[in-house]
């Protein structure tokens, strides 16, 4: 005879009915699945069998997320950079966590996580990149959660952060040589470090970790190995703290080859080996904040409107394809991963190009 809470069930037609749990919708509703036999006890083997194969991704055995998150962020700890951890956690407790910790893991939905990223942007007006790193964030931790054999029923394969491709701003070649022309006058090492940048396209974390020895003179060679950037920490004392670590990547580590005006401006203001190149000194480095302030005052002096630091290295790729790079190479010394990401973000095709380019057409004419 059928027990109480067994989903068996005998039909009017004479055979016996047993139904359970196969799926569950983006709502957290269950969908059953029935299965058929002529005897009470051979449908209960069968649902017996069916309850064995759903054992592992059993959905009422998970956690609150909030518990995910903590386990998560430790499989992590030791796999990235510091800097990464820090923004995953930093991610994971100003905005994951406070608005679905409580919540039961495999019960989060799809409609509830497209809800939670509207609210971001639309409401707390979080730009689209941060918006969409919450979002690789979570697909991280439910990818986590999913190999623990617990089964969820977010999809995220559907949901998207929309982000619109932004205006960069480069420096036109009039702009450019005004820049130059202020920084050649009376350099210093912080106009130096400028210069630097403008013509060999290096990003502000990895020209402030740049020491002398860095710099091959003899060799022509500039070599990236280090970035500096500032970090939050968890500490009563302290909020933020500089880290000197590897580039972003293993292909941002790279040989740049330097021109020999630049080889010529840079022996002007050779120092010992272990000094860095902004500051002059082994001990004392000068960090991204301030450089990009005292970059700020550059500007001002120079009456350019809207350039920040990474306009340089916007500019740099910009020149270099208008004076004809092959773009591989291009790539490589802005230590891209592929040419795909200088093209699509680090090309960028003047005024002055484009009509060159549109006049070649007279050639078939």
């Given at each position: 005879?059928?027990?109480?809470?067994e989903?068996?069930?005998?039909r009017?037609?004479?055979?016996?009915?047993?139904?359970?749990?196969?799926?569950?919708?983006?709502?957290?509703?269950?969908?059953?699945?029935?299965?058929?036999a002529?005897?009470?006890?051979?449908?209960?083997?069968?649902?017996?069998?069916h309850?064995?194969?759903?054992i592992?991704?059993?959905?009422y055995?998970?956690?609150?997320?909030?518990?995910?998150?903590?386990?998560?962020?430790?499989?992590?700890?030791?796999?990235h950079?510091?800097s990464t951890?820090d923004?995953?956690?930093?991610?994971?407790?100003?905005?994951?966590?406070?608005?679905?910790?409580?919540?039961d893991?495999?019960?989060?939905s799809?409609?509830?996580?497209?809800e939670?990223?509207?609210?971001?942007?639309?409401?707390?007006?979080?730009s689209?990149?941060?918006?969409?790193?919450i979002l690789?964030?979570?697909?991280?931790?439910?990818?986590?959660?999913?190999?623990q054999?617990?089964?969820?029923i977010?999809?995220?394969?559907n949901?998207c952060?929309?982000?619109?491709?932004?205006?960069?701003?480069?420096?036109?070649?009039?702009e450019?040589k005004?820049?130059?022309?202020?920084l050649?006058e009376?350099m210093?090492?912080?106009?130096?470090?400028?210069?630097?940048?403008?013509?060999?396209?290096?990003?502000?974390?990895?020209?402030?970790?740049?020491?002398?020895?860095?710099?091959?003179?003899?060799?022509?060679?500039?070599h990236?190995?280090?970035?500096m950037?500032?970090?939050?920490?968890y500490?009563?004392?302290?909020?933020?703290?500089?880290?000197?670590?590897?580039?972003?990547?293993?292909?941002?580590e790279?040989d740049i080859?330097?021109?020999?005006?630049?080889?010529?401006?840079?022996r002007?203001?050779?120092k010992?080996?272990?000094n860095?190149?902004l500051?002059?000194?082994?001990?004392?480095?000068?960090?991204p904040?301030?450089?990009?302030?005292?970059f700020?005052?550059?500007?001002?002096?120079?009456?350019?409107?809207?350039?920040?630091?990474?306009?340089?290295?916007?500019?740099?790729?910009?020149?270099?394809?208008?004076?004809?790079?092959?773009i591989?190479?291009?790539?490589?010394?802005?230590?891209h991963?592929?040419v795909?990401i200088?093209?699509d973000?680090?090309?960028?095709?003047?005024m002055?190009?484009?009509?060159k380019?549109?006049?070649?057409?007279?050639?078939i004419?």
């Amino acid at each position: 005879m059928s027990r109480r809470g067994e989903n068996i069930y005998k039909r009017k037609d004479g055979r016996w009915e047993g139904r359970f749990v196969d799926s569950y919708d983006q709502y957290g509703k269950p969908k059953y699945h029935s299965i058929y036999a002529r005897s009470y006890t051979e449908v209960k083997n069968k649902l017996g069998f069916h309850s064995k194969q759903n054992i592992s991704p059993n959905i009422y055995k998970s956690l609150k997320l909030a518990k995910y998150c903590d386990d998560w962020l430790e499989t992590v700890k030791f796999k990235h950079k510091e800097s990464t951890y820090d923004k995953y956690r930093n991610i994971c407790k100003n905005h994951i966590i406070p608005e679905f910790g409580g919540y039961d893991a495999s019960l989060i939905s799809s409609k509830q996580v497209e809800e939670f990223l509207s609210l971001k942007l639309d409401k707390e007006s979080l730009s689209a990149k941060t918006v969409n790193d919450i979002l690789c964030v979570l697909k991280l931790i439910f990818s986590y959660i999913e190999s623990q054999n617990i089964k969820t029923i977010c999809n995220f394969h559907n949901i998207c952060v929309r982000q619109e491709q932004k205006k960069i701003r480069v420096l036109s070649t009039t702009e450019q040589k005004k820049l130059t022309d202020f920084l050649i006058e009376d350099m210093d090492s912080s106009k130096l470090g400028v210069y630097l940048s403008l013509y060999t396209g290096i990003r502000i974390g990895e020209l402030c970790a740049l020491k002398w020895k860095n710099i091959k003179l003899k060799d022509r060679i500039l070599h990236i190995e280090k970035t500096m950037q500032r970090i939050q920490v968890y500490d009563e004392e302290i909020k933020t703290k500089i880290v000197i670590t590897q580039p972003k990547s293993k292909c941002s580590e790279r040989d740049i080859p330097l021109p020999k005006f630049l080889c010529d401006v840079l022996r002007k203001f050779k120092k010992s080996e272990n000094n860095f190149l902004l500051s002059g000194s082994s001990e004392n480095f000068v960090e991204p904040r301030m450089l990009r302030y005292t970059f700020g005052k550059y500007m001002k002096s120079c009456n350019l409107d809207n350039v920040n630091f990474h306009a340089l290295r916007h500019t740099f790729a910009t020149r270099c394809v208008e004076s004809g790079f092959e773009i591989k190479t291009l790539s490589e010394i802005l230590g891209h991963s592929s040419v795909k990401i200088t093209l699509d973000r680090y090309v960028h095709s003047s005024m002055e190009l484009k009509r060159k380019n549109m006049e070649k057409l007279e050639s078939i004419l």
